[in-house]
């Protein structure tokens, strides 16, 4: 008959006394993960020069994200701090130009011009996080996390088609990249250096595109762009 190997075979009260036991002494981390998602994005400016042009924003919906994950880190009495490297691809929809205008009469009037935006959707972000184990029942833990970062796009990307924009890649204008990621997993201790964990959070990414709009004002850009998350992952605790 097929033995499980002794970690295997530990009850779950053993597996949380080793784990318990371990947390008293530094101990190093390794952790891969798979995320799904979704969120939105959008930027606005106002035209630098004088124009009947109020505002010109654009917005687009992120349907899925897909991400791999994987961190490198140390643990000591429950607190986790680990590096980050992650590749991610993304898919948009709803990808609209809404120009506001004003009339002659001086009402503002929406414009809208669809599928008109083509956002970036690849890319590969790093960063810190720092977490924290929370025993609740054996043998689970609870882990509230937060990380912050920024990420450099892979693939260029040219945002509008038209002559004014030819060769403008919007991937070469983005700048002051920073993200701050919160969120929880839950863990089951699987053996005594092994766990596997289902997460969810949330992700709010900055930057600065203004350099990229020839027409805007880039003090006034403004943009907004968050994201959804959950998904699994494994632990090594070594």
Known sequence: AYVLPESFSLSPIDREMI??????????????????????????????QPTDTHLVKYTANVDCSFEFKALVGISFYRFNLSVL???EKEETSSTNEYVYVESYDGHIQKIIRNNTGGWPEYKFSYGLNISYDIPVF??????????????????DQLFLKNDEYEDRYITDYITDKLYMAYGLELKLIITKSSSFFIHSGFKHLSYDASEFFIHADPQTFK????????GAGVLFRL
């Open 19 to 48: 784990w318990k036991a371990g947390d008293r002494k530094p101990a190093l981390l390794l952790s891969l993960s798979i995320s799904t998602g979704s969120g939105n994005s959008e930027m606005s400016y106002i035209p630098e």
């Open 85 to 87: 490297g992650s590749y």
């Open 223 to 230: 943009q907004e762009y968050d994201l959804f998350y959950f």
């Open 138 to 155: 054996r043998p689970f833990r609870l882990t509230p996390y937060i990380g912050i970062g920024s990420w450099i796009y892979i693939r």
